[in-house]
């Protein structure tokens, strides 16, 4: 079953990860890969995906060179993938996994963890799942650089928003970073 796995070690508790993880509403300003989620992040609750890995917003969003060099075969797809997820799995400042089955397009499964390595070092790891017979004919050949990339890029743009200044930009959250 084609699967691609990134882990990376965040400087903060586990419940800081969490609130930027989980403000869906908040992804078009840190988030490079999803350009939108929309819904309530609970249990059972069904999401609106929109995955755009723009190359504007990658370098806007990334500030970083490395970015281009990385992605460079998201940019020759980039198309809009717009599904609905449900999510199957929440456990709060620990898991989320939501998924999307369809007979067509076959299985979708995206896994957040959260493990707190030491007192304010916490590793987010991230698995995504793919089943079908469409995934299989295109894994090797551009599916799984697309994703692996994907997946590095959220993680790495996760670690930069929850360890900067402007770690909370909502203003109804007090800023626990100072």
Known sequence: MP??????LINAEPFEIWEVLTRFYKYDLWNPFFESVKGKAAFAE?????????EERLIESMKEERVKAMF????KINKRSRF?????RFEENEEMIWQRKSFFWGT?????????????????????????ALINMGWEHSIKTYYESG???????LKEKVESSDF??????VNTRG
């Open 72 to 75: 460079q075969d998201a940019y």
């Open 151 to 157: 997946l590095s890029l959220i993680s790495m743009a």
């Open 84 to 88: 609905k997820v449900r999510i199957i």
């Open 108 to 132: 979708y499964r995206h896994e957040f963890r959260l493990t707190e390595i030491e007192d304010c070092v916490t590793e987010f790891a991230q698995t995504l799942t793919l089943k079908g």
């Open 3 to 8: 699967q691609v796995s990134k882990q990376i």
């Open 46 to 54: 069904q999401l609106k995906i929109t995955v755009f890995p723009h």
């Open 168 to 173: 909370f930009v909502d203003n109804d959250l």
